[in-house]
């Protein structure tokens, strides 16, 4: 999910910075395993919901079709139009502006999802702690991101190899990596206590007899295994970070 401004590599590697590229690999799978089915999950029925970096709006509709009440938020003018099919409003927005907050007039929301944003900003911490702003007494903000020390990636790293890819943990938007510790790190000296964590596996075409291995190994070294991150977080009460 693309909000990013950054030509960096557009025109040496000729990969889409269409944010409809993500559709077809974040796609809602029926395993139990699946990291939109974890988000859906936590996020719950009947909420609203802002979804940064929307996209064409395909988890969006998952939400709708959940009772949620959805806006979102997308750079790509051309996926924003298709998402307008499932939120109820869609704003062509950039995170890496310092008044995007400002087009939501004091509106409060149950959930703020931040499915794989982060990492492509400039300064995700200001991004964070302008979210708290907009939750209601007792909103969440629910968060995915890369493990950039998968240990694909490292395996990769180990032979000299750092190349962007199309999309992944090394997609070539990316402005930032995060480990485990780091993604704490940030969620948490933004203002926010973490309620929930988990490990996802990601996906692939593989059996889920093999994808029970893999989360099992996950919940012991998800350093090692997690692909991406899952976060629950909501804002802490000894700090306002709402200015």
């Known amino acids: 999910m693309s909000i990013v401004t950054s030509n960096r590599g557009a025109e040496t590697t000729g990969f889409s910075r269409a944010s409809s590229r993500y559709e ?59 998402a307008r099919a499932h939120c109820r409003e869609v704003f062509i927005l950039d995170l890496n502006s310092p008044q995007w907050v400002e087009s939501f007039g004091g509106r409060m929301l149950d959930v703020v999802l931040l499915a794989d944003v982060l990492e492509h900003l400039v300064d995700p911490w200001r991004v964070l702690r302008e979210i708290a702003g907009l939750l209601d007494k007792g909103g969440a903000v629910v968060i995915s991101l890369p493990n950039v020390v998968h240990f694909l990636t490292r395996a990769k790293i180990a032979l000299g190899q750092f190349n962007y890819t199309p999309t992944g943990i090394l997609d070539h938007t990316h402005l930032r990596f995060f480990t485990i510790k780091t993604a704490r790190e940030l969620i948490e000296s933004s203002g926010y206590r973490i309620t929930r964590f988990h490990p996802a596996i990601g996906g692939g075409r593989v059996s889920d007899r093999i994808r029970s291995g893999l989360q099992f190994a996950a919940r012991f070294a998800p350093g090692m295994f997690a692909y991406q991150m899952l976060f629950e977080c909501r804002a802490r009460v000894d700090k306002d970070v709402r200015k």
């Open 24 to 82: 077809s690999s974040s796609v809602i799978r029926p395993s139990k395993y699946d990291r939109t089915q974890k988000l859906l999950e936590w996020i719950g029925e009947g909420k609203r919901v802002l979804e940064v970096g929307c996209s064409t709006g395909y988890i969006s509709r998952l939400l709708v079709e959940r009772g949620c009440e959805v806006i979102g938020v997308e750079v790509d003018p051309a996926a924003a139009e298709k």
